[in-house]
């Protein structure tokens, strides 16, 4: 059965850094999300993209983050200048199409900031 | 925004009896309710959905009930096993400011769901 990847499984940096989260959504799927999880809390979500643009982002998602899909299979989040606040667990998801309702989550990046 | 709203935020039972979990949401227009089931450390799992044209919906051991005049829905598990113990998230699919949708879903806060041998 086709999954979500999500690649690293755990990154480790320094505050100020940029980050790179990359994301391989199933194959035939359309839309595409990244969510968060801080440690012991719900899932938040960030931002959905579709037809290769933004189509809906939360306050969380401001300017140090940014979205790409830079060719057909990955789905990338990139965090310019981290801060001790962004260490979560970051998860993508994809869904097949407007017709369809269920998300389907990749296994999650751990981002950890010092 | 949608507000999910869950509860209880932990749930103990013994092996074979019936767990229920709560939602409440705020927005009316929100049409589709997920539950994830999330072992520690690993992916939210999708175990079951429903529709806000359906008002009930069953699989096996898990089932779903949707109440839209009062905005909640609730997760029902019988004959509970060791192997449910897991956090459950419920969730809503709802509209942005324009009314559009584009599947973005709020998660409620979490059930732990422990079931003991």
């Known amino acids: ?11 480790v940096t320094q505050m100020g850094q940029e980050v790179i989260l990359r994301c391989v959504p ?24 579709y037809n290769n643009e933004i189509s809906e982002k939360s306050e969380i998602f401001d300017d140090q983050f940014s979205v790409e899909r830079p060719d057909g ?5 990139k965090i310019r200048s981290t801060k001790l606040e962004d260490s979560a667990m970051y998860f993508c998801a994809s869904r097949q199409g407007w017709r369809f309702n269920e998300q389907f989550f990749g296994p999650g990046t751990r981002l950890t900031v010092l | ?9 932990t749930l103990s039972v013994q092996e074979g009896d019936s767990a229920v ?22 992916r939210p799992q999708l175990i079951i959905d429903i529709r806000s044209n359906v008002g009930e919906k069953k699989d096996q051991r898990i089932a779903v009930t949707l109440n839209k005049t009062a905005k909640h829905f609730s997760l029902h598990i019988t004959e509970t096993q ?11 699919k709802g509209r942005n400011a324009g009314g559009t949708s584009y599947g973005k879903l709020t998660f409620g806060q979490g059930t732990i769901l422990t079931v003991h041998p």
């Open chain 1, 73 to 77: 299979s990955n789905f990338t989040l």
């Open chain 2, 1 to 9: 925004g949608e507000n999910v709203e869950q509860h209880p935020s």
């Open chain 1, 1 to 11: 059965e086709p999954e979500v990847t999500q690649t690293p499984s755990h990154q």
């Open chain 1, 26 to 49: 199933i194959s035939n799927h359309l839309y595409f999300y990244w969510y968060r999880q801080i440690l012991g809390q719900k899932v938040e979500f960030l931002v959905s993209f």
């Open chain 2, 82 to 92: 060791p192997e449910d113990s897991a956090v459950y998230f419920c969730a809503a």
């Open chain 2, 21 to 42: 979990i709560k939602c409440t949401y705020s927005d009316s227009a929100s049409n589709y309710f997920p539950w994830y089931k999330q072992e520690l450390g690993k």
